[in-house]
Each structure stands twice: as structure tokens, then as C-alpha cells.
């Protein structure tokens, strides 16, 4: 299985609602990331995972509040999002860190409205 | 930091024609990768270059890193149809810890 699974693909939510956006793989893989990309624009990396601690967090607003329940999942919460939030967000996961091929999910399209 | 360009934007080719996108860094980087991502979808690995001068083949594909690991390209000979998407080159710095991703390269191709 060389996938990686996103939950929900695509996702409208209020300025005021709490929203969680889920990643799974079974892979192996021990970093695990997210990226935002809007259009035509490169994905711009979030945060990192590596052997589920937090590494990196690419100073994002903490209205963005990651969490990585074991090594297989990892969640994105959303709550008091701002329109402009509106975007694709991918996660991804890879062996180790960086150094080997990233396998990104389809990703959720988020809108914020 | 580190910063990665990527050139051209855009590229219209008549399909059967070639293309070359280019990737540049503001540093050295330990590796690099590239991805292609389709219309509506999501990165999808290609290759990962490590070696100073490396090239490397992948059927109409051929990728390029630089001698002094601080550029990159991506030569695609014969273009199809199912070329189209973006191309993007990310860097992998020394200190291992992130990707950057270029700009990205969109192409199309007529038919």
C-alpha cells in the first residue's frame, strides 16, 4: 500500500466552526507533513513529524493546531479560520526525514466562508 | 533562507515538441527532487537527484543536477498529451530538515 488517505476531500466551513482534517498511511513512513497550496502556487510546507513529535511548525497562525495520535495518523484542527485560509491542504509522508520521496495525499479542498 | 527558482512560469509546446524547465537555488543543496503534479491533482514523485553533474533517464525524461549542486533541470523530449501538469524542483538543504519547493514550471500541450 503506497498511499496516503485524506479525509475529508473537500470541506466548507464557517469563520466560526472547529473542523478537523485527517491523514492516514500504512506505510512505514516515520515524518509525516503538512502543506498548504494555494492555486498556482507551490505547496508551502506547515509543519513536520518526525517519529510523531513536532519538528518544524513553519511559524503558522495557531488557528491551525496539528496533533499526531501514533505513527500512521496525523490530524490537522482548524477553528476561527479566515477566508483566506481558503486553499488545498496536503499532507504527505516520507521514510525518514526529506532525504527519500515524499508521498503526498490528494489532499482537502478548504473552503472558508 | 534558502530560496528556489523555478523558470519558465508557463510553457505552451505543439505536442512532439521538446521542453526544459530550469531550477535554480541560493544555496548549495545536498539533493534535489522533482515532482509533477496534474490538473486537479496532487505532487507526484519522479526523481531525486544527489550526485554533483548526476543525470538520470527516465524514458522521454532526462533530469540534471548541476556541478555545483545549486541547479537542476528537467528535459522532456517529444512532448504528449499526457505531459501536461506542473513541474516543480524542490531543494533539500544541507541541514536535511525541509523541502523547498520551486515556483513551478505549468505546462501545456496542444495536440
Known amino acids: 500500500d503506497t498511499e496516503v488517505t485524506q479525509t475529508p476531500k473537500h470541506l466548507v466551513m464557517g469563520m466560526t466552526n472547529k473542523k478537523s482534517l485527517k491523514c492516514e498511511q500504512h506505510m512505514g513512513h516515520r515524518a509525516m507533513y503538512w502543506y498548504k497550496q494555494k492555486a498556482k502556487k507551490p505547496p508551502e510546507l506547515m509543519f513536520v513529524?518526525?517519529?510523531?513529535?513536532?519538528?518544524i511548525n513553519e511559524s503558522v497562525p495557531s488557528r491551525f493546531s496539528p496533533e499526531c495520535p501514533n505513527s500512521s495518523l496525523l490530524n490537522l484542527h482548524l477553528h476561527a479560520l479566515q477566508p483566506e485560509d481558503s486553499a488545498l491542504y496536503l499532507c504527505?509522508?516520507?521514510?525518514?526525514?526529506?532525504?527519500?520521496?515524499?508521498?503526498f495525499g490528494q489532499g482537502t479542498r478548504l473552503t472558508v466562508v | 533562507g534558502q530560496q528556489v527558482m523555478q523558470i519558465p512560469q508557463y510553457q505552451h509546446v505543439q505536442e512532439g515538441e521538446d521542453f526544459t524547465t530550469y531550477c535554480n537555488s541560493s544555496?548549495?543543496?545536498?539533493?534535489i527532487q522533482w515532482y509533477k503534479q496534474r490538473p486537479g491533482g496532487h505532487p507526484v514523485f519522479l526523481i531525486q537527484l544527489v550526485k554533483s553533474g548526476e543525470v538520470k533517464k527516465q524514458k522521454r525524461l532526462t533530469f540534471q543536477f548541476g556541478e555545483a549542486k545549486k541547479n537542476s533541470s528537467l528535459h522532456i523530449t517529444a512532448t504528449q498529451t499526457t505531459d501536461v501538469g506542473t513541474y516543480f524542483c524542490?531543494?533539500?538543504?544541507?541541514?536535511?530538515?525541509?523541502?523547498?519547493f520551486g515556483g513551478g514550471t505549468r505546462l501545456m500541450v496542444k495536440p
Open positions: 544555496t548549495t543543496l545536498s539533493n
Open positions: 524542490a531543494g533539500i538543504s544541507w541541514a536535511g530538515n525541509m523541502l523547498t
Open positions: 504527505a509522508s516520507s521514510q525518514f526525514r526529506t532525504n527519500t520521496e515524499a508521498f
Open positions: 513529524y518526525s517519529y510523531e513529535k513536532l519538528s
